[in-house]
């Protein structure tokens, strides 16, 4: 059992794959921006299978953090390197990443995170934040900034004055046209600090859009015993995800463009209609799953995917209600990504846990749920079981455990929401006032009227039976 750094990978080589690559060769000229566990098992892979593949040295990392001094403590100790295991049904995978050659921590390293972004060497800036990220962005001049987009405006204000060009920012979480918002807040935060500085970038500066798709778990405990036992890596903090990869960006980089077409990523015009489809068939499906499961007792994705009841309600609701809602994309047929979906959840051996499904549900619903709804309406099409997903989630609201306890609630909203649920009980118009989650569609009366009969088939029948009562109506009305 050997601990991981750059001194004990040869050791490592017999049981995991290892760089083979020369990392001190490796230029850092991509800053990712938020270091977590997801970007960790998908953007870094890409960059070290571009330096593994020898297909350039050009595009090494350099990793910021903003909240969390315990991945700088991991990354430090372990020399940048960590251990990502794909698990799956042919078995599991490990690979050594090392293309974080650098890691920064904002909150006590910000000079040094500027002069990085400043680097005539970096070329793309990645970053994985929510849409509250993007929002706080009011460049109040502080030294060093306070949030992601104020370092971004930062970099770039160090840039123009030294006389370089723009970086290109590039988007990779599950915030909708994550692009044009990214564009938005730096341009705002930059007009704030100086018009000019807003006018450059505005004019030589590029934000493409991306479509990033990998489930990640949280790692826990015994997902480092895991690593330690079976391939003998003492890693601190190793990633746990599934063989499934995928990444569509927008073709636009105005530093030069890095070759991760050559590692499976996919350039492409417009990104939309794929950000649309995984967002109302994947991310959709883990928002009904996670709550109605755990509602049913269910823990992980893949027993409650197992449950013939809760796949046959996946599978109708996102065959019946969500794709003819959806724009074809060239190649990709809606049938098989929905089966390949439904595979990804059943994965035993990634267990993921439905309670982080329904961790931030109140930002996660208006985003991958609601619009399939209030487009449905408008339409005139059925939407009964995307209807009884947000029934599922305030009843979950509303609930406690098998102990009493109220379910566990990880949402910036949740102690308000919970309250108005409570209060309205089967009745969903307190939650429904709330604008910021439910914006228009919380105003139509008839709505209010669905959401609350399921509400009703919940409370009166439990999950299971108002599940059926509604996969049978759909099944009357195919017929």
Known sequence: MRPLHAGTLSAHAARVAVPTYDRSALTPAVVHISVGSFHRSHQAVYFDDIAERRISSGWGLVGVGLHRPEMRDVLTAQDGLYTVVAR?????????????????????????????????????VTLTVTAHGYASGVDSGAAPPADAVEYLVAGLDGRRRAGLPPFTVLSCDNVPDNGVVARDAVLGAAERRD?????????????????????????????????????????????????????????????????????????VADVRPYALTKSRLLNASHCALGHLGSLAGHLTTDRAIGDPLFDAYI?????????????????????????????????????????????????????????????????????????????????????????????????????????????????????????????????????????????????????????????????????
């Open 195 to 267: 018009p000019a500085l807003a006018r450059w970038i505005g004019a030589y500066g590029a934000f493409p859009s991306s479509m990033v798709d990998r489930i990640t778990p949280r790692t826990t405990p015994a997902d480092q015993a895991f690593v330690r036992q079976r391939f003998g890596v003492a890693d601190r903090w190793p990633v746990i995800t599934e063989p499934f990869s995928q990444w569509v960006i927008e073709d636009d980089f105005c530093a030069g463009r890095p070759p991760l077409d050559r590692v499976g990523a996919e350039l």
């Open 88 to 124: 799956g049904a042919d078995g599991d995978r490990a690979r050594v990443i090392g293309a974080i050659r650098r890691y920064l921590f904002a909150p006590e390293q910000g000079t040094a995170v500027v002069a990085a972004l400043a680097d005539a060497r970096t070329r793309l």
């Open 315 to 479: 599978a109708q609701m996102t065959a019946d209600e969500v794709t003819p809602l959806l724009p074809r994309i060239p190649g990709v047929d809606p049938a098989v990504y929905r089966a390949m979906v439904r595979a990804r959840l059943a994965n035993p051996k990634l267990a993921d846990q439905l309670a982080r499904l329904c961790r931030n549900a109140s930002a996660k619903l208006p985003v991958h749920v609601l619009p399939s709804i209030a487009e449905a309406r408008r339409a005139g099409r059925p939407h009964d079981l995307l209807t009884l997903a947000v029934a599922g989630w305030l009843r979950y609201l509303q609930s406690v455990d098998a102990h009493g306890r109220d379910l566990p609630l990880d949402d910036p909203l949740g102690d308000r929401l919970r309250a108005l649920a409570r209060a309205g009980g089967t009745d969903p118009r307190p939650v429904l006032a709330e604008r910021v989650v439910f914006g228009d569609l919380g105003l139509d009366p008839a709505f209010a009227s669905e959401l609350s009969a399921a509400l009703e088939d919940i409370a009166r029948s439990g999950v299971r039976a108002a599940i059926r009562a509604r996969l049978s109506a759909t099944d009357r009305l195919a017929a």
